[in-house]
């Protein structure tokens, strides 16, 4: 009779390695000297510490990913950025246009949810975000709230990059909604704020 060839049981990922890279892009941005630490377990893929140069910035964070789909998270992730620049930033991610220039620092805490559809209406998480010394030329927002109220000498600072002192905001991400109630701008012309949401699925900003 026939027999069955023997079959080795599945053994659980499990694992640890190190990724460098000299140079390279992600996401349209260039980056450096990326060195990451990976750790495999049946549970979870971990990548901590990850360490890289964006542009004469640092960023420094770890990512999960969780392997069980009973787990309640696909993944997670923590990040702080620190004296990225935002012009080259906002170019890499697609901007045809000047809209901010300036270093700046922020922290992310970001989840996505299991069971989610699509994985961006499961996003959760934080994240701040600060600036100094830099430029702001007209975003949509700004440029249709100056349309209706028509303060020529304001858009004209904006046409040629407003100056500004500090720009900052905290901002809560709920199933895939980020609102802020706090993001403000202050420069020797003006003070401004600002509240809102905008749904990363929906694309839609309000």
């Known amino acids: 009779p026939e027999t069955e060839p023997e079959t080795t049981p599945e053994r659980p990922l499990s694992g640890h390695g190190t990724i460098d890279i000299e140079q390279g892009e992600a996401f349209g941005q260039p980056f450096s000297g990326l060195h990451a630490e990976v750790t495999a377990g049946p549970k979870a893929v971990r990548i901590e510490p990850v360490r890289l140069t964006l542009d004469k910035g640092r960023a420094v964070g770890s990512f999960t990913w969780y392997i069980p789909h009973t787990h309640p998270k696909v993944f997670d992730l923590s990040f702080r950025l620190n004296e990225l620049d935002l012009e080259t930033m906002l170019t890499g991610f697609g901007a045809k246009k000047e809209y901010l220039a300036g270093r700046f620092k922020s922290t992310v805490n970001l989840a996505a949810m299991r069971g989610s559809v699509p994985l961006t209406a499961g996003l959760e998480g934080t994240a701040d ?53 706090n993001v403000e701008m202050a420069s020797d012309t003006m003070r401004m704020s600002a509240v809102g949401e905008i749904s990363v699925p929906g694309s839609k900003m309000d």
């Open 129 to 181: 975000f600060e600036s100094e010394k830099g430029r702001m030329w007209k975003i949509p927002v700004i440029d249709d709230i100056f349309s209706i109220v028509n303060i020529l000498s304001i858009d004209e600072l904006f046409n040629k990059g407003l100056p500004y002192k500090t720009l900052s905001g905290d901002f809560a991400v709920n199933k895939g909604v980020i609102t802020t109630k």
